[in-house]
């Protein structure tokens, strides 16, 4: 088992930036992939971004391309999204993720077997 828990969340102006922690327990997850997701009312879970286990390989939606960053320190289990330039439409309930899955997968929701209880962003236009 792999407990995952994020925190940072909060209610920004149009412009600003926030930072997302997930931090993980049980489990080593290092060798995992480490996924963002978020989810506005009425949408469906959408990928964010993601990080290979080293943290070489990073994966971004073209949505938040050049205004978010992940990145992750395995050696204390934590896993960051930082956020900048966010906009009205970044509002919603970030989730971090991981599991055994593929390089390939890694925007698939499906296949990811842990997930945190999500934490509200809320950007003010």
């Known amino acids: 088992q792999v407990q995952l828990a994020e925190s940072g969340g909060g209610l920004v102006q149009a412009g600003g930036s926030l930072q997302l922690s997930c931090a993980a327990s049980?489990?080593?997850?290092?060798?995992?992939?480490m996924g963002w997701f978020r989810q506005a009312p009425g949408k469906e879970r959408e990928f964010v971004a993601a990080i290979s286990w080293s943290g070489i390989r990073q994966y971004y939606a073209d949505s938040v391309k050049g205004r978010f960053t992940i990145s992750r320190d395995n050696a204390k289990n934590t896993v960051s999204l930082q956020m900048n330039g966010l906009k009205p439409e970044d509002t919603a309930v970030y989730y971090c993720a991981t599991g055994a899955l593929s390089y390939t997968d890694y925007a698939k929701p499906s296949e990811y077997d842990y997930w945190g209880q999500g934490t509200q962003v809320t950007v003010s236009s």
């Open positions: 049980g489990r080593t997850f290092m060798r995992n992939i």
